[in-house]
Structures are given as C-alpha cells and as structure tokens.
C-alpha cells in the first residue's frame, strides 16, 4: 500500500506543478494532496503544523491567483469598471477559451471595461498590462509553492 500511496502522492505533486500553467488544474491543491498521500504512507511523517500550514498556502496561493489579476489592472491606474471587466474577462476566459482564457480573459476585459468607462485606449492598455502582469505574477507564486511542497516530498523520501 505504501508504494501505491508514494506512486500516486508523486503524481499528485507534479501534475500540482503542471497546474500552474494549465488553468484546469489546482496546482497548489493537488501538491498538498500529494503530501498528504505521502504523509499516510509509512515511509515520510509530516507533523500537523507542517500539513495545516502547507494547505493554508496552497489555499492562499489558489486565491491570490485569481486577486491578483484583479489588483494588477487596479495598480496600473485601472477604473472600477476596468477592474470588473478583469474579473469578468477571467470568468468568460476560464470557461470559454482554455487554457489561454485565463491570460488573455483578464487582459481583454480590463480593456473593455476601461474603454465602458469612457477612457481612453491608452489607459485600457495600460490597465490590461496590469492585469496581465498580476496574471504573471500569480503563476509565480503558485509555482513557488508547488516546488517547495515537490521539494519537501522528494526530501522526505530520500
């Protein structure tokens, strides 16, 4: 059973850093499910605090990645119409365009909605580079993440 867990916990951790670019995946969910896994097997033993810790950062992580976005085109000088229609262009993006969606959904309603707002196309693009930015910057916290949960699962291990 300890191999099954190892085996199927070592998936989990990877495909947890596969979901920081494939917006379908949880990335930093699936990597603590995977220490999890680990943590049941005989082989590895994580404390409690060590687990409750882990998954509120894959929690937070899986947050500010949708947040951030958001703040990006607020930080760029983005109206509060120019922050709805990030937050709406990521919700059409996610559903209807995958995995490119969650890039461009923010970027593009951002714009939109700054154009809504009356301003002009130079603040829209300004406001959606923000919002892209925030996007880049989301990504790499959930990447951060999911290799520090892979590290602690390969340690553990050896």
């Given at each position: 059973?300890d191999?099954?867990?190892?085996?199927?916990g070592g998936i989990?951790?990877?495909l947890?850093i596969?979901?920081?670019?494939l917006p379908?995946?949880?990335?930093?969910?699936?990597?603590?499910?995977g220490?999890?896994?680990?943590h049941?097997?005989?082989?590895?033993?994580f404390?409690?605090?060590?687990?409750?810790?882990?998954?509120t950062?894959?929690?937070l992580a899986?947050?500010?990645?949708?947040l951030?976005?958001i703040l990006?085109a607020?930080?760029?000088?983005?109206?509060?119409?120019?922050?709805?229609?990030?937050?709406?262009?990521?919700?059409?993006?996610i559903?209807?365009?995958p995995?490119?969606?969650?890039?461009?959904?923010?970027?593009?309603g951002?714009?939109?909605?700054?154009l809504?707002n009356?301003?002009?196309?130079?603040k829209?693009?300004?406001?959606g580079?923000?919002?892209?930015?925030?996007?880049?910057f989301?990504?790499?916290?959930k990447l951060?993440v999911?290799?520090?949960m892979?590290?602690?699962?390969?340690?553990?291990?050896l």
């Amino acid at each position: 059973m300890d191999i099954v867990l190892v085996v199927m916990g070592g998936i989990l951790v990877f495909l947890g850093i596969l979901g920081c670019f494939l917006p379908v995946l949880p990335g930093p969910p699936l990597g603590f499910a995977g220490l999890l896994l680990l943590h049941f097997s005989s082989l590895a033993q994580f404390s409690v605090t060590f687990l409750v810790i882990m998954g509120t950062i894959a929690i937070l992580a899986s947050i500010l990645d949708y947040l951030v976005p958001i703040l990006g085109a607020k930080r760029f000088g983005g109206s509060r119409l120019g922050v709805v229609g990030a937050v709406v262009g990521l919700l059409l993006g996610i559903f209807f365009f995958p995995p490119l969606g969650i890039v461009i959904g923010p970027f593009l309603g951002a714009i939109a909605g700054e154009l809504i707002n009356g301003d002009d196309l130079n603040k829209a693009v300004k406001s959606g580079f923000g919002s892209f930015l925030g996007f880049v910057f989301g990504t790499g916290i959930k990447l951060a993440v999911s290799f520090v949960m892979a590290y602690y699962y390969v340690e553990r291990l050896l």
